[in-house]
Structure formats: C-alpha cells, structure tokens
C-alpha cells in the first residue's frame, strides 16, 4: 500500500523560505512521475509542481513558476519541493502523490501545513 509522509512545513514570514521532503514507500517509486498538491481553506486541492521519472522534466503551475523549485531523490524515495519568495496566498496544506493521482491507489499523507503571515 502506498505511503506518503510530508514534512517541513511551518510559519514563515512574506519572502520567507521554506523546504518540504516526502518521504514515499509502498510502490516502485522510480516508475513514477510525482508531484506536490495544495490544499488552501475552503479550496479543492490543486497541483502546485510535478517532475518525471528521472527529475530532469519539472512543470509548475503559473503561480508558483520562478519561486518554486521541485526535485526528487529516488535513492531515498524522496521527494523535495523548494519554495522561496513565499505569498500569503500559498498558505495551504501540501501533500505529495503520484502524478497523475491513482496509480498507486488513492490514499494520501497527513500534509504539511505552510502558513504565511507577518
């Protein structure tokens, strides 16, 4: 069964700098594209960044392009998601998966809840 555990968020200022790593277990973690979700208050979750099997092709979404930098270890079965020059509006829970979400089956982690406020 697969296994996701995030870790790394917090409290952080406008600006400010975070690193999130998730460790993944449960399934062949190099066949797989992975990718970091959101969750904000009140929202559905969305994709934040994916990156290919290999960690050579990233994509991000539009709000995050140019602050956000995603990379993953398949020696460690993990995945790492660099976020600098963070908003308010990032605030949300974030979750790891396999992209697309299913594969592997749909169980998700507990999150790691970023907050950004002055």
């Known amino acids: 069964q697969a296994r996701f555990v995030e870790s790394g968020g917090g409290l952080v200022q406008p600006g400010g700098s975070l690193r999130l790593s998730c460790v993944a277990s449960?399934?062949?973690?190099?066949?797989?594209?992975m990718a970091w979700y959101r969750q904000g208050p009140g929202r559905e979750r969305d994709l934040v960044a994916q990156?290919?099997?290999?960690?050579?092709?990233?994509v991000y979404t539009e709000a995050v392009k140019g602050r956000f930098t995603i990379s993953r270890d398949n020696d460690k079965n993990t995945v790492y998601l660099q976020m600098d020059a963070l908003k308010p509006e990032d605030t949300s829970v974030y979750y790891c998966?396999?992209?697309?979400?299913?594969?592997?089956?749909?169980?998700w982690g507990q999150g790691t809840q970023v907050t950004v406020d002055s």
């Open positions: 998966n396999t992209h697309p979400v299913g594969p592997v089956g749909y169980d």
């Open positions: 449960g399934f062949p973690f190099r066949s797989y594209a």
């Open positions: 990156i290919s099997l290999g960690g050579t092709v990233p």
